[in-house]
């Protein structure tokens, strides 16, 4: 009889002295024929190789044993049949802790009388029992050590197994009918799964749940589980239309994401729809008056329609860092502001003209009392009173003249003493108002500061003094030619 060398685990099935299955080779070294070589499932457990490591066998061939494989299937091996129909029961079907479960396994007579099988739990825990003859327990279930001829068109095994905990299980089985040819040929193998849970009831289901949005696969390949308690990695709802994908589920807020999120089988509906204009450097932003199109987010070639003044430089965009370069990086219509070199201090501060020309503080000025540092010493209105405001009886105060004594009978408003301010920022490259552009602020001669009215000094005269009506005219007078200086002060333009 042809010898069978085992290279990876399957069911192997014993057979009694008048069976058709493959008998116990002889020791001698085996042969290589295609015929006897099986191909068995990576997740096969080879009891036969355990048991000979356990006992100290020093054979180095695992040969096929009529006492059969712990192996989750048997097609590896056994093909060429048609697969049998097989069941497993329970009894009772749900069972107190402790209590000891009978588990009927039939496997059809489809390929022939005799069968074999193997019995494991791929969770649950707890104790399985042989108790029949030809048959034997493992340490994570039980399998027959000898293939069994049934009768009435079913081969019929049982086994018990137990819990010491409230848990769920699932038992599966793998059964093989064979048609008695001393071949693997013609053989066929069939599977049967059975949940049973131990001290809960009837339990609860739950569904796989892949991506963690607490909604399981309702997917016949993706198996419910029956447990008394929620297992990692399921979910207590159905439903999930893409359980790959944790933003998709049933009732889950729509995205604009290519989806559906929600898993009302349209995507991306009721998301807000806006336009979107041709963006040819792929900055994000866009110009109007080219291409545009109607999206719920920007997509490739297409950015915001808020106005990209350069669509060939992604540097180049509204709200982009202006960057000393001679560009209007931010798209404001200006260049380079401020981002050019600046020297000075106080009125003489000044722009570069551009980022790497020399910069030319401005000249500085005569202090003056106006809040602000006119010599360009670093210290805003420093000096004494006569100097700063051009009159005895001043002093400078939050830079304005006021007097120091508050009018009295003598009558009459004082001004500022009239000082003088320049024909311009001498030396400026130019008179601008702002620090945008190379200069300083002009000025115009006399009434240039607050409090600085053209000199005016108003004191009490003979021409209105006496009468109540000279000296309010007087007053009157006063106040006119004081507000019309202010307003003067506020025409001025100091650089920024």
């Known amino acids: 009889m042809p010898q069978v060398q085992i290279l990876s685990p399957r069911p192997i099935f014993r057979r009694p002295a008048q069976s058709n299955l493959i008998a116990d080779p002889p020791r001698a070294s085996p042969i290589s024929t295609p015929r006897g ?39 590896g091996c056994h093909q060429g049949g048609k697969a049998p129909t097989v069941t497993l029961a329970a009894s009772p079907m749900q069972p107190a802790v402790g209590d000891a479960v009978t588990l009927t396994i039939t496997v059809s007579q489809t390929n022939g009388p005799v069968a074999g099988f193997y019995l494991t739990a791929p969770f649950g825990g707890g104790t399985f029992t042989a108790i029949e003859s030809g048959t034997t327990a493992t340490s994570d279930g039980v399998m027959h050590t000898m293939p069994r001829t049934g009768s009435g068109g079913v081969t019929t095994f049982k086994a018990q197994w137990s819990s010491s905990q409230v848990t769920g299980a699932e038992f599966d089985v793998y059964a093989l009918s064979a048609n008695g040819d001393n071949t693997p040929g013609g053989d066929g193998a069939g599977a049967a799964k059975l949940p049973v849970v131990v001290g809960c009831g009837a339990g609860h289901t739950y569904y796989l749940d892949q991506d963690g949005d607490g909604h399981g696969t309702d997917d016949p390949a993706y198996p419910l589980r029956q447990d008394c308690a929620l297992p990692a990695g399921y979910a207590t709802m159905a439903g999930d239309c893409d359980d790959f994908h944790e933003t998709v589920y049933p009732g889950a807020p729509e995205l604009c994401d290519g989806k559906d999120n929600d898993c009302n089988g349209m995507v991306d509906d009721n998301v807000m729809m806006q336009p979107f204009c041709e963006d040819k450097d792929g900055d994000g932003h ?29 540097s180049i965009y509204p709200g982009a860092s202006e960057v000393c370069n001679g560009y209007d990086d931010n798209c404001n219509g200006m260049a380079d502001e401020g981002v050019r070199p600046t020297c000075g201090t106080g009125w003489c501060q000044r722009y570069a003209a551009t980022c790497t020309s020399a910069c030319l503080p401005g000249r500085p000025l005569v202090e003056t009392c106006n809040a602000y540092d006119d010599d360009c010493d670093g210290v805003i209105d420093n000096g004494t009173d006569d100097e700063l405001c051009g009159g005895s009886g001043m002093t400078c105060v939050n830079g304005r003249c006021v007097s120091v004594t508050g009018g009295g009978a003598s009558g009459g408003v ?30 115009s001669g006399g009434g240039d500061k607050p409090g600085q009215g053209g000199g005016c000094a108003l004191a009490g005269s003979s021409a209105v003094a006496g009468t109540h009506h000279g000296w309010g005219l007087a007053i009157g007078l006063a106040a006119w030619l004081r507000r019309r200086g202010r307003r003067g002060a506020r025409a001025i333009h100091r650089p920024v």
Do not use: Y
Request: glycine share 22%; net charge neutral; hydrophobic share 30%.
């Open 414 to 443: 004082s001004g500022s003493g009239g000082a003088q301010g320049s024909g311009g920022a001498s030396g400026s490259p130019d008179a601008s108002s702002t620090m945008g552009v190379d200069g300083g602020p002009s000025r």
């Open 286 to 314: 866009g110009v109007t008056g080219h291409t545009t199109k109607m999206d719920c987010k920007p997509s490739p070639g297409f950015g915001d329609c808020n106005g990209d003044c350069d669509d060939l430089s992604a």
């Open 37 to 75: 070589r099986c191909r068995a499932s990576r997740r096969g457990v080879l009891l036969t190789g355990l048991l000979a490591l356990l006992g100290g066998a020093t054979e180095s061939a695992a040969l096929a044993r009529k006492s059969g494989i712990a192996a989750m299937g048997c097609e």
